[in-house]
C-alpha cells in the first residue's frame, strides 16, 4: 500500500519559516520525482516545487528564492524548506509521487501565514 504522509504545517507570522516533510512508503522511492503542490481556498491546485530522481529542481515564479525542495532517497522523504513565508503562500500543501504513469497524492498539510 502506497503512502505518502506529509507534517509541519501550521500557522506562521509573515517571514516566519516551515519545513514540511513527505514520508513515502510502498513505493522505490528512490524511481519517483517527487513534488509539493499547493491549493488555496477557492483557486485551483499549483506546482509549488518539484526534485527529479537526479535531484534537479523546478520551482515556481512566485516562491524561486525562497523556498527550497530537497529529498532523501535513504529515508524515502521529500523536504520543502519554506523561508519568507507570505500571507498568499497560504494553502493546503500536497505531496506527488511520479513515475511512468504511477501517480501518488498526500492528503495535505494545512500551512497558514498570517499575524
Known amino acids: 500500500q502506497v503512502q505518502l504522509v506529509e507534517s509541519g504545517g501550521g500557522l506562521v507570522q509573515p517571514g516566519g519559516s516551515l519545513r514540511l516533510s513527505c514520508a513515502a512508503s510502498g513505493i522505490r522511492f528512490s524511481l519517483y520525482a517527487m513534488g509539493w503542490f499547493r491549493q488555496a481556498p477557492g483557486k485551483q491546485r499549483e506546482r509549488v516545487a518539484s526534485i527529479n530522481t537526479a535531484d534537479s529542481t523546478n520551482y515556481a515564479d512566485s516562491v524561486k528564492g525562497r523556498f527550497t525542495i530537497s529529498r532523501d532517497n535513504a529515508k524515502k522523504t521529500v523536504y520543502l524548506q519554506m523561508n519568507s513565508l507570505k500571507p498568499e503562500d497560504t494553502a493546503v500543501y500536497y505531496c506527488?509521487?511520479?513515475?511512468?504513469?504511477?501517480?501518488?497524492w498526500g492528503q495535505g498539510t494545512q500551512v497558514t501565514v498570517s499575524s
Open positions: 506527488n509521487a511520479a513515475y511512468s504513469f504511477y501517480d501518488y
